[in-house]
């Protein structure tokens, strides 16, 4: 019965303060976060370390808590925009790279396919394309039944909608697509049973999903990578949209080495405690 009145609450307050607030206060939960979910913090370090992006102990060290740091961003601002009015989150973003990206897949009339990794604000780019376009963004319903609530009434902004990980869900996406509209899928969410390939992300074995792949191939539909990158305190966020050539995403593999290009960028605004290699273990010997 609490669950609503503070749910209330948190929402009230992270629709008032400001963006500053919102990050400092992402920071400090970010910290307690990880230091009381000591399994999430492993993950992020194993992830991280084996990136073999950081040559040396001591930059590991401080990648990994600055990543600590941006986590808890990511994760404060993420409520915060479910929880704030369309026009108060465009308000955040400073600047949009790549723009005429959008005006040349629209001539093409095929669709577009955003592929959105978990890197730096994630959830801004889509809000940004539905204030202007219809949007089909593809998400994994949450388990608890308040949180999925709270998130999807919170991404359903604009001219949003949302469609499930299930069959339902691909049958919405192809239509939107078939339609000439937009989509949106995060390519790096671990892929459903029986959805996927075991191929490498990162120098270890991930279960990546071939859906894109498949979309491509089936709707000739345009690829364009987007992310949100966080800028300095307070500053905002600058949207960078990249087009992607069919066949760097004709497999699973390809679209696993784009999005190691990708994050490459700006490696500590990835979300690394998400356990993507779940199950690896299995399939070490293929990779040997």
């Not at 040559?55 to 601002?77: C, F, M, P, Y």
């Not at 939107?176 to 029986?194: H, S, T």
Request: glycine share 8%; with cysteine.
């Amino acid at each position: 019965m609490l669950i609503r009145p503070i749910i209330f609450i948190i929402k009230l307050i992270l629709s008032i303060i400001p963006l500053w607030s919102i990050q400092i206060l992402g920071i400090i939960f970010g910290h307690l976060f990880h230091f009381f979910k000591n399994n999430t913090k492993n993950i992020l370090i194993q992830n991280l370390a084996c990136t073999n992006i950081y040559k040396n102990e001591s930059d590991l060290d401080q990648a990994i808590n600055l990543n600590i740091s941006e986590t808890g961003k990511t994760i404060l601002e993420g409520l915060s925009i479910w929880a704030s009015p369309q026009k108060r989150v465009l308000d955040w973003v400073s600047r949009v790279e790549g723009i005429h990206n959008i005006a040349q897949a629209k001539r093409l009339g095929k669709g577009i396919i955003f592929l959105t990794p978990h890197l730096g604000a994630y959830e801004i780019s889509s809000i940004y394309y539905g204030s202007t376009h219809p949007l089909t963004v593809l998400f994994r319903p949450s388990r608890l039944s308040w949180l999925s609530n709270f998130m999807d009434n919170g991404r359903k902004k604009g001219l949003i909608k949302l469609a499930p990980t299930n069959r339902s869900g691909i049958k919405k996406i192809l239509q939107a697509l078939r339609e000439g509209e937009a989509i949106g899928i995060l390519p790096d969410q671990a892929a459903n049973k029986g959805e996927g390939e075991w191929v490498p992300f990162f120098n270890r074995p991930a279960y990546t999903m071939v859906l894109v792949s498949r979309l491509v191939k089936k709707t000739g539909a345009s690829v364009i990578m987007v992310y949100t990158e966080r800028l300095s305190l307070g500053k905002g966020f600058a949207i960078h949209l990249e087009a992607i050539k069919s066949k760097e995403i004709d497999s699973p593999t390809g679209l696993n080495k784009l999005l190691e290009r990708i994050i490459r960028k700006n490696p500590t605004q990835y979300l690394w405690n998400y356990d993507k290699h779940k199950g690896y273990e299995s399939q070490l010997e293929k990779f040997k």
